[in-house]
């Protein structure tokens, strides 16, 4: 089974432009979670989705949305983009439920806010 | 609302030599507890998660974790080190609140292992 894919690996934008990073995750795969990762402040959540519905969102700004496809795809944009939006944006792909479910991440797309 | 610290952000060791992560949580709720690592330019890979039950529990690549209720702590520990132990790990909880799933990261640790 091929594993969670991020595209693009790495992106350069610049100050007030938008982004959108999609994440394919594993197939049978439902939930998809993505995460924020910066030096500073370590890895934090930013929203998952479930059969394309929003079920859970972290403390971001409304610039970061995301949706999911029926195929389960997700994409996930920011708008007027900041410097300190330049971060590893990973997305991670969850199996089962309670105590059987298990999380598989991609290796993220690396955002370079210039 | 919970919150994971890592006390350590970088802690370097010498090859076969033990080694300790601290890491402890904060939750008004049941938790579950995760170790994971992250190899240069890679994801996220599961050591080891604390369920229920006994509370040591065993990972993969030798690495285990014991979990203390009372101190509110998930110690990540390795007897012995290996070269290719050298990455960021990073200790995360997952309330128990129904459905979804939010973990919450501490801010990591680097291990890196020295000849």
């Known amino acids: 089974k091929a594993g969670v894919t991020q595209t693009p690996r790495y992106l350069i934008k610049t100050r007030g432009q938008q982004v959108t990073l999609s994440c394919s995750p594993i197939?049978?795969?439902?939930?998809v979670s993505w995460y924020q990762q910066t030096p500073g402040q370590g890895l934090q959540f930013l929203f998952e989705?479930?059969?394309?519905?929003?079920?859970n969102k972290g403390n971001f700004p409304g610039r970061f949305s995301g949706r999911q496809f029926s195929n389960s795809r997700s994409e996930m944009n920011v708008s007027t983009l900041e410097l300190g939006d330049s971060a590893l944006y990973l997305c991670?792909?969850?199996?089962?439920?309670?105590?059987?479910?298990?999380?598989?991440f991609g290796s993220g797309t690396q955002l370079s806010v210039l | 609302a919970q919150s994971v610290t890592q006390l350590d952000s970088q802690v370097p060791v010498f090859e076969e030599a033990p080694v300790e992560l601290r890491c402890n949580y904060s939750?008004?709720?049941?938790?579950?507890l995760f170790w994971y690592v992250q190899y240069p330019n890679q994801g996220l890979q599961l050591l080891l998660k604390?369920?229920?039950?006994?509370?040591l529990v065993k990972g993969i690549n030798g690495f285990e974790a014991e979990f203390n209720k009372s101190q509110t702590s998930f110690h990540l520990r390795k007897p012995s080190v290996h070269i290719s132990d050298t990455a960021e790990y990073f200790c995360?909880?997952?309330?128990?609140?129904?459905?979804?799933?939010?973990?919450?990261f501490g801010t990591g640790t680097q291990l890196k292992v020295e000849l």
């Open positions: 989705y479930f059969s394309e519905t929003q079920r």
């Open positions: 995360a909880v997952s309330e128990l609140t129904g459905g979804g799933n939010k973990l919450t």
């Open positions: 939750s008004s709720v049941s938790v579950y």
């Open positions: 991670a792909s969850r199996y089962g439920q309670g105590s059987n479910e298990k999380l598989f």
């Open positions: 197939s049978g795969h439902r939930s």
């Open positions: 604390y369920l229920s039950g006994s509370t």
